[in-house]
């Protein structure tokens, strides 16, 4: 069976997304699949185990100057590539025009469709033409996770929604190269405190606090960063904190990926490297300042915790988890 799945953007939705190979895999261990994504995700993508192939597109990119010679023919280039296999199902796991577009012009085998959801579901985007541009339009529940509504919509899809696989916890799995800490002789905690969204913030003065506790307690603290904005925030930590606090090189996500799974765990707010702390089967605190934890936080292991809600954590309580998580960590991940 030949499956392509169609899932351009963001970060933390790729990244959550991925918990569907592993069950297509054990439903259909000869499957090829392939994937569909926005070209800065790609690299990353392309480390998930069990994928065929990586299929870039650059939407963002391309609006910039969508009727240029130059774009005009990147936008051909891509779906003569997506047009030369034939699939057996494709599935749109976006639900929106754009990616609802992609999926369509996939081409499928004879017996082949596509896929994707038949109405919204509470906090997760949605666009109702979807249901008439695709083949099959899958019901959803109106309050779910957002991993457990990807593996549904596979799931139903590909006509495995029965199966007890569905009811285990999440699994992600991964062709890493592990790239040792930055500080030898120091397990290093990973501060991910960098957000798209000004209201997923958490205050600088608690990120300072945490990151001495952590110091304080024989770990070092590396700070990534994407963008000036972020760099500067974490310049200025580094500054205050000292030598045991390092300021990460810009890099690729896939290099990030295999930074990060060395760590000692990482502690982050609701944003896309939370999410790849949770694929990365690590340590991980996730802070909520706002009612979004049913649909986006850490399911299924204890030592993946959830602090604050509806409102933001303090220091203490999100230090406090950390000390749950740490206590409930396991010796190995399985990334190769």
């Known amino acids: 069976m030949r499956i392509l799945i169609v899932k351009l953007s963001s970060l933390g939705d790729v990244i959550q997304t991925m918990a569907v190979v592993p069950d297509l895999l054990a439903a259909f261990p000869d499957a090829q699949i392939d994937w569909v994504v926005e070209e800065a995700f790609a690299p990353l993508v392309a480390r998930v185990r069990g994928l065929r192939a990586v299929l870039p597109i650059a939407q963002r990119r391309w609006r910039k100057s969508y009727f240029s010679a130059a774009t005009r023919a990147q936008r051909g280039l891509f779906y003569a590539r997506l047009r030369q296999d034939a699939y057996d199902a494709v599935v749109d796991f976006q639900g929106l025009i754009k990616s609802a577009w992609v999926a369509r012009a ?142 990460w090189p810009a890099q690729s996500l896939d290099t990030l990926a295999c930074r990060m799974a060395a760590s000692a765990g990482v502690i982050g707010v609701d944003s896309g490297l939370s999410h790849l702390a949770v694929a990365l089967d690590l340590p991980h605190v996730q802070i909520f300042s706002q009612d979004r934890a049913w649909r986006a936080g850490p399911v299924g292991r204890d030592y993946q915790r959830i602090a604050g809600g509806a409102q933001a954590p303090d220091v203490n309580q999100v230090w406090d988890a950390w000390q749950i998580a740490l206590a409930a960590s396991h010796p190995g991940r399985a990334l190769a």
Request: hydrophobic share 40%; proline share 8%; charged share 20%.
């Open 106 to 247: 996939a081409r499928l085998r004879p017996g082949g469709f596509s896929a994707t959801y038949a109405n919204g579901s509470d906090a997760c985007s949605y666009e109702w033409p979807v249901r008439h541009l695709l083949m099959r339009n899958l019901p959803m529940p109106q309050r779910i996770h957002a991993v457990a509504r990807y593996r549904l919509l596979a799931a139903q899809a590909l006509g495995y929604s029965e199966q007890s696989m569905l009811q285990a916890p999440a699994r992600y799995e991964w062709d890493l190269e592990v790239l040792p800490p930055q500080i030898p002789g120091r397990p290093e905690v990973v501060l991910a405190h960098g957000t798209t969204r000004r209201d997923n913030e958490w205050p600088d003065a608690y990120w300072m606090e945490l990151a001495q506790k952590f110091i304080a307690a024989g770990f070092s603290v590396g700070l990534p960063h994407a963008g000036a904005r972020e760099l500067d925030r974490v310049q200025a930590l580094a500054h205050r904190l000292g030598p045991l606090a390092h300021v």
